[in-house]
């Protein structure tokens, strides 16, 4: 199943202002961390927390979801 023009451009848009968010939100920790306790890096687990979702929500705006969907029934049938 392919995804429509619009569809795909809906999600491409929700993917981009996801990233924008992360980034924005990391910037803001960093700079939080950097003026508070330089020492310890602990927005490195937001990172590691958050990028992973960013990935997983990447592979369902490129449609990776709804194609597994697809094959598993065509192997069923």
Request: zero cysteines; a positive charge; aromatic letters at 12%.
């Amino acid at each position: 199943m392919r995804l429509s023009f619009e569809e795909r451009d809906k999600r491409t848009r929700s993917v981009r202002l996801h990233v924008i968010v992360a980034l924005f939100v990391l910037l803001v920790l960093i700079a939080v961390n950097a003026l508070t306790s330089s020492r310890y890096p602990w927005w490195l687990w937001v990172l590691m927390i958050w990028m992973p979702l960013v990935a997983a929500h990447t592979a369902w705006a490129m449609g990776l979801f709804e194609r597994n969907k697809l094959d598993r029934n065509k192997e069923g049938s």
